[in-house]
């Protein structure tokens, strides 16, 4: 169950694809270089697959343990946090100001993905400290950055994110957690939060607790809710943890998967009320909030790409190892299963749906560094479109991508894979949460067909079909055999993409129909841009191959996305019929009807 780091298909994508250098144009990245972005891959996934890995399957065992509102995390957690706080890899893609390294937000995607492949339930972790790093960076006021940053952006400290309620998951305007004004300029938060990732463990000295609550005489829904910043222990004059504050964990899930990854219920209040500090204004929780979920967001979706990687990986082993009857192409008996037609499939589904999702995820990523950094305020300004009609794309497509290929490296496991000492089980474990937490599929599905489609009048989906035909006439054009091939399927998908954009689209359409297809659409989109993703990087393999370079990689590459063309693009075409159908046959059966 090794794990190795896929740089050479990181690099691939983010420097041949994407140009991750052309971010020097805006000068924010003056150092940036290929040989710097390979060094931090090279290093940050030494990091992964030497330190995390080897604790992944021990870790899931192991669970944690919860006594007397404490958490113990697995053996040889905190030794790899204090390595990860060593290397400075909490604060990669944060500014140097604030105490980052000052590389791009797509090379801290990248790293993301390799720390959620080596090791999931410890990755979180600091995922939710990256999320209080955008917010406190952002928004936070002087004395809370001088007070807090620096330990958060070191990994000295962690953060975690209260939202969820017992009677409130994704209907947030229901949250209880009251905050009352203390008289001297802080806050007293009673309440409890349910699905507190990472809220109490023993890898750092303190926890820094960001929290929904409503203030008193607060309107109702989310209107009324407002962040405040509740430290585990209150710091004394010095800045440092003093007396322990009125919040604790009062017991700790047990779920499907991420069994090492201490999942708590938080109490605040008891005695008194927790002690907290507003960030930002009241009434401006929600807006504070979604900094950090939209970070979590697209983490999420590089988790998902990474869950899928590791399965990939040892399922390819497997199949290499595994001998089982005759096949095909060798006079080997028995032969290796990766010799059997449709184990080949599989793994190639696999391969192609992985480069697809991370495609998305680090085009995601780019987008937001150019949106950031870029002067030009009309640039700057398409680039903040392009980020975020891709956030919901490359959380979903990254999450059910991950589910998908657990499943798929199960099966090539075959009997063995349902076994749980062969360890295939526990990636499909761990990837199901992906699509339900930080906001579930189905929201992201209604964010895209309710908000993304129609802001800025529809320009930026106008932006993005537009650069995909320019792929499918530059496909065309090529003088490859598969190119052309990979252009046409591209393009019916294309055509399909439109047409269901226009329907969707139409103001006269029935906000009921809208909802009924947003799920449905939102695949489609995915599978076409993932494949747009793919057939750039068949142009930029053909490239390498014109320039004598890494032919059997370039080779490879173009085989890939004529590969995704024939199996999925082929497909999208006939994909209209539940997005047309509309919501009347979802209705037209009673709830009576539905049942036993």
């Excluded at 526990?426 to 937490?437: G, K």
């Excluded at 320019?470 to 393009?491: F, N, T, W, Y």
């Excluded at 930029?540 to 173009?558: K, Y």
């Amino acid at each position: 169950m090794t794990y190795v780091a896929p740089v050479r298909d990181l690099r691939f994508i983010l420097e041949d694809v994407l140009s991750l250098e052309s971010l020097t144009d805006t000068g924010a990245f003056e150092d940036l270089s290929s040989d710097l972005t390979a060094a931090i891959l090279e290093e940050g996934g030494k990091f992964c697959a030497g330190v995390l890995a080897p604790l992944n399957h021990s870790a899931d065992q192991f669970g944690t343990q919860f006594s007397d509102g404490e958490v113990i995390t697995a053996p040889g957690f905190k030794e790899a946090y204090a390595q990860f706080v060593q290397g400075g890899w909490q604060g990669l893609s944060f500014a140097e100001a604030d105490g980052g390294m000052g590389l791009p937000g797509a090379l801290g995607v990248a790293f993301q993905e390799m720390l959620q492949s080596a090791n999931m339930a410890f990755g979180l972790g600091p995922m939710l400290t990256m999320g209080a790093l955008e917010v406190l960076s952002h928004v936070g006021t002087e004395e809370q950055r001088a007070l807090y940053l620096p330990r958060l952006m070191s990994g000295e400290w962690s953060a975690s994110m209260n939202l969820t309620e017992p009677q409130a998951g994704s209907d947030v305007g229901a949250l209880r957690t009251m905050a009352k004004p203390a008289g001297d300029g802080s806050w007293l938060i009673d309440g409890q939060k349910i699905f507190i990732t990472w809220g109490e463990h023993d890898c750092t000295p303190n926890i820094i607790h960001l929290v929904l609550a409503r203030t008193p005489d607060a309107p109702a829904g989310t209107k009324g809710l407002s962040l405040f910043l509740v430290p585990k222990f209150l710091l004394d004059d010095a800045g440092e943890p003093g007396p322990r504050n009125d919040v604790r964990a009062i017991g700790v899930e047990h779920k499907l998967g991420i069994h090492a990854s201490p999942t708590c219920v938080m109490e605040y209040g008891g005695n008194g009320g927790a002690k907290g500090w507003l960030i930002g204004n009241e009434g401006q929780g929600m807006a504070m909030m979604f900094i950090m979920m939209n970070s979590a967001r697209l983490n999420v979706g590089a988790q998902g790409v990474g869950i899928a990687e590791r399965a990939y990986q040892q399922a390819l082993s497997y199949a290499r190892e595994r001998t089982q009857g005759r096949a095909v192409n060798t006079p080997d008996y028995p032969a290796a299963i990766i010799h059997h037609p449709d184990v080949r499939r599989m793994l190639m589904t696999m391969k192609v749906k992985i480069a697809a999702a991370r495609s998305i995820c680090l085009a995601c990523a780019m987008a937001a560094d150019q949106a950031a950094h870029t002067k030009d305020e009309e640039a700057a300004k398409r680039a903040r479109a392009r980020e975020e009609l891709l956030t919901p794309l490359a959380k979903t497509y990254g999450s059910e991508v991950g589910v998908e290929v657990s499943s798929l490296a199960l099966q090539v496991h075959g009997g063995m894979g349902y076994i749980e000492e062969t360890g295939a089980a526990q990636h499909y474990r761990d990837a199901r949460i992906t699509p339900i937490y930080e906001g579930t599929n189905g929201i992201q599905a209604i964010d895209l067909v309710g908000r993304k489609l129609n802001m800025m009048g529809g320009q930026p989906m106008s932006d993005l079909i537009a650069e995909m035909r320019q792929a499918v006439s530059d496909c065309a054009k090529s003088d490859h055999d598969d190119l052309p091939a990979i252009g046409a399927r591209l393009e019916a998908a294309v055509d399909t993409l439109e047409d269901a954009t226009q329907w969707l689209r139409d103001p006269a359409r029935d906000k009921a129909d809208v909802l009924a297809a947003a799920t449905p659409y939102q695949s489609l989109v995915c599978d076409t841009v993932g494949g747009y993703f793919l057939a750039q990087g068949a142009l930029a393999a053909g490239r390498l191959l014109e320039a004598g370079q890494e032919e059997d990689f370039a080779r490879d590459r173009i085989i890939l996305a004529h590969y995704f063309g024939e199996t999925v693009l082929s497909a999208i075409p006939g994909k209209t019929g539940d997005i047309f159908a509309g919501a009347t046959l979802l209705f037209a059966i009673s709830e009576a009807g539905l049942g036993a």
